[in-house]
């Protein structure tokens, strides 16, 4: 498979041209450009005739997708994007995961749309109800495929607009499902029309802020790059489209290498077992260690990992998020195993209990995150209504809304997670 993008950069690199364009670095970053002639737009919607429109198009054949766009501005503006497009299309109130990412949240706020919640039953868990009755009064569904902690979510059967943010499951498209586990579908295995925003930042071997769009099942994708420009910079960095160009090549070279990824952490995930060393069900890239059954919160043990040379996706007071990759190797998996092997195993610890809030809403949405609003301790703002996106990141999902009235068990929740001071809204109590 071709990839015009990178062969364009590098004709351009070493065609010996006075840079005189942006960007001011003047070629110290070779492939680093802005729109000369012939490096097309990135928004552009006439995709006939342009590098990067025949890239999106060699993406959309290794997805087998409609059609997918490419993003430099992470699945944050894929899934503001995607919020736009059902804007356009009338849709007022989208159901959404409680536990969906902050991007949902400001996306909705910006468009003026209202948000039902549906809420899981365990703390950052994507399986929610999607039955008729839960998704009453809503015109679109927007739903979260593969959670921070690992878990699947269920496949809705709804006749609504569905939204996916696949943010950590861009690789789930190259699993072998027969070996590492049927429940983890790609959105183009849901069998549903769908338009999914996923980062191939994440687990792809692609530049952060690599994202898709993709359009499935004949989802409608004809205002998809204008809506995008609305959100996106208008420098969109030829890097990180370079690197999604790369992919396309290399996947289709390497066809097995997500499913090697996925064997090396399976063996890391049976040797764990074999050292007594608990962890969660989850998707075949990722290691959840259940930290507080070794003796450990989850931040400790991310310590102690750090200590040993391993840095970790995320953690919170119970558990300890490895993400691999599909690059990853079993070297790096052994690497893994002996620095968790070095932790000596402790006496089990209470687990601690994130609830599933389900705060009071006072304010819409898009009101309370732009009113005038301050900083205020988090013990003093018991009472009063959250002004903005409280999410500690990562993993970057809000556990108290704008316009929602902070509760006692909502600020036991905040802090938790170390957060110290909100913003609150003190003309509304």
């Known amino acids: 498979m071709n990839t015009p993008i990178s062969d364009f950069l590098e004709k351009y690199t070493t065609s010996g041209a006075l840079r005189l364009h942006m960007p001011g670095h003047n070629g110290a970053i070779a492939h680093d450009i802005t729109e000369i002639d012939g490096a097309d737009c990135l928004y552009e919607t006439d995709r006939t005739k342009s590098i990067i429109g025949e890239s999106e198009r060699n993406a959309t054949a290794v997805f087998g997708t409609d059609r997918t766009c490419y993003s430099c501005g992470g699945s944050t503006l894929s899934i503001q994007t995607a919020l736009a497009i059902l804007k356009a299309q009338g849709c007022k109130t989208i ?13 909705a706020a910006l468009l003026h749309m209202n948000v039902k919640w549906l809420y899981p039953e365990e703390y950052l868990s994507a399986d929610v109800d999607y039955t008729a009755e839960a998704l009453a009064g809503a015109d679109a569904l927007f739903m979260t495929n593969i959670d921070y902690l690992g878990g699947a979510s269920r496949i809705p059967q709804t006749e609504l607009p569905v939204v996916c943010d696949n943010a950590h499951g861009a690789y789930l498209k190259f699993v072998d499902k027969s070996q590492f586990g049927e429940k983890y579908l790609h959105p183009t295995e849901f069998g549903i029309p769908v338009i999914s925003a996923e980062s191939a930042h994440k687990t792809l071997p692609v530049m952060t802020g690599g994202s898709y769009l993709h359009f499935i099942g004949g989802t409608d994708h004809t205002r998809a790059k204008e809506l995008m420009a609305t959100f996106g910079s208008s420098s969109p960095s030829y890097l990180v489209m370079e690197s999604l160009d790369k992919f396309n090549k290399y996947i289709t070279d390497r066809p097995d ?32 260690v259940k930290a507080y059954e070794y003796g450990y919160n989850g931040f400790n043990f991310a310590d102690k990992l750090r200590q040993n040379g391993v840095e970790c996706e995320m953690s919170d007071r119970n558990h300890t998020v490895l993400l691999f990759s599909a690059t990853s190797t079993h070297r790096d998996c052994q690497r893994a195993l002996t620095a968790m092997t070095l932790i000596p195993k402790k006496k089990p610890i209470m687990k601690a209990e994130y609830p599933v809030l389900k705060p009071k809403a006072a304010l819409p949405l898009s009101d309370a995150m732009f009113m005038p609003q301050k900083k205020v301790p988090l013990a003093k703002a018991i009472g009063f209504v959250c002004g903005n996106i409280i999410a500690p990141c990562p993993p970057g999902v809000p556990l108290v809304m704008p316009g929602e009235i902070i509760s006692d068990e909502a600020a036991e929740a905040l802090r938790l997670y170390n957060v110290k001071e909100v913003s609150v809204i003190t003309q509304v109590r």
């Open 257 to 288: 290498a997500v499913n090697h990824a996925c064997e090396s952490v399976r063996y890391l995930k049976n040797k764990l077992a074999d050292y007594e060393i608990p962890i969660r069900e989850t998707d075949p890239l990722r290691v959840v």
């Open 95 to 107: 159901a959404a995961s409680r536990y969906s990412h902050r991007s949902l949240v400001s996306a």
